[in-house]
């Protein structure tokens, strides 16, 4: 199983980005995928999980409203649609298997390279 991060970059505050997680090894449709971020000096948290099965969505309480995850099952791709940016929001964003999705906590038998997010003017 391996993830590939893209889409980070630098954005001012109020601004978007769409980040994207192609992922090989396993089968979209059967698997809660997420995104997690991890910012300096600070332990890496959940930020989303989908469970593309049910198709339940979760979110941490920080990004509600203004990010949202959604997936491409023929291409095995997750994304990340994140509005309305703040400078808290800058971390190295990961996708992985979420092993639990309500809890937002990850498997962490399979984190990518991860893809920079800068939020500052």
């Known amino acids: 199983v391996q993830f590939v991060e893209s889409g980070g970059g630098l954005v001012q505050p109020g601004g978007s980005l769409r980040l994207s997680c192609e992922g090989s090894?396993?089968?979209?449709?059967?698997?809660?995928v997420g995104w997690f971020r991890q910012a300096p000096g600070k332990e890496r948290e959940g930020v989303a999980c989908?469970?593309?099965?049910?198709?339940?969505?979760y979110y941490a309480n920080p990004v509600t409203g203004r990010f949202s995850i959604s997936a491409d099952k023929a291409k095995n791709t997750v994304y990340l649609q994140m509005n309305s940016l703040k400078p808290e929001d800058t971390a190295v964003y990961y996708c992985?298997?979420?092993?639990?999705?309500?809890?937002?906590?990850?498997?962490?038998?399979?984190w990518g390279q991860g893809t920079q997010v800068t939020v500052s003017s």
């Open positions: 992985t298997i979420c092993q639990s999705s309500y809890l937002l906590i990850p498997n962490d038998d399979h």
């Open positions: 090894g396993f089968t979209l449709g059967y698997a809660a």
């Open positions: 989908f469970a593309t099965h049910s198709g339940d969505k």
